[in-house]
């Protein structure tokens, strides 16, 4: 989903309150919270973090710092997997 239709979503349902987390990444979040603050939605944003043990942690920040802090600790500890282009692409013959 988008930020936009996650927004629109949320007030259609009259939410006052989201939070918002992708895998690994925090970038989306100051998007979201701006178009929120628009409806008058109050946004939390953060990241659903993998650890090496396949944990899922969810990790809510209120900040921009806050934001800033947690992406680059997840850009400096995530374990890079690179690419094998046999799995790229869908076969469907």
Not at 41 to 48: K, S, V
Not at 76 to 86: A, D, G, H, K, L
């Amino acid at each position: 989903m988008s930020p936009v239709n996650i927004v629109t979503r949320a007030a259609q349902m009259g939410l006052g309150l989201i939070a918002v987390t992708d895998h690994n990444c925090t970038l989306h979040g100051p998007l979201t919270r701006s178009l929120a603050a628009r409806k008058g939605i109050y946004c939390l944003f953060g990241a659903e973090v993998n650890t090496r043990e396949e944990i899922h942690c969810l990790c809510l920040v209120d900040t921009e710092e806050q934001r800033l802090a947690l992406q680059d600790y997840i850009e400096q500890n995530i374990t890079r997997i690179p690419n094998n282009p046999m799995f790229s692409a869908i076969r469907l013959w």
